[in-house]
């Protein structure tokens, strides 16, 4: 199973994003995508950005992640 991560971009250098969640920081290369800026949310995966995504769409994903986690699960 694969699963990709709503990151928010922090800074933009080149086509590489600086993307940060929750304190963990991630590049993500931008070749997949077009019109990224700074403050956006986009869907991490294997190092690239693959979309970005709605500020409510990114926030009700990391949600569910966090009552996953909180609930002794685990995400693999």
Same mark, same amino acid.
């Given at each position: 199973?694969?699963?990709?991560?709503?990151?928010?971009?922090?800074? @933009?250098?080149?086509?590489?994003? %600086?993307?940060? %969640?929750? /304190?963990?920081?991630?590049?993500?290369?931008?070749?997949? &995508?077009?019109? *990224?800026? *700074?403050?956006? +949310?986009?869907? %991490?995966?294997? /190092? +690239?950005? @693959?979309?970005?995504?709605?500020?409510?769409?990114?926030?009700?994903?990391?949600?569910? +992640?966090?009552? *996953? &986690?909180?609930? /002794? /699960?685990? %995400?693999?």
């Amino acid at each position: 199973m694969c699963l990709a991560v709503p990151m928010q971009v922090r800074k @933009i250098e080149d086509e590489v994003a %600086i993307c940060e %969640i929750d /304190g963990v920081t991630r590049e993500a290369s931008l070749m997949m &995508l077009d019109d *990224v800026a *700074v403050d956006d +949310f986009v869907l %991490i995966h294997a /190092g +690239f950005a @693959i979309a970005k995504l709605d500020p409510a769409e990114a926030e009700a994903t990391l949600q569910l +992640f966090r009552e *996953v &986690l909180d609930d /002794g /699960g685990e %995400i693999a």
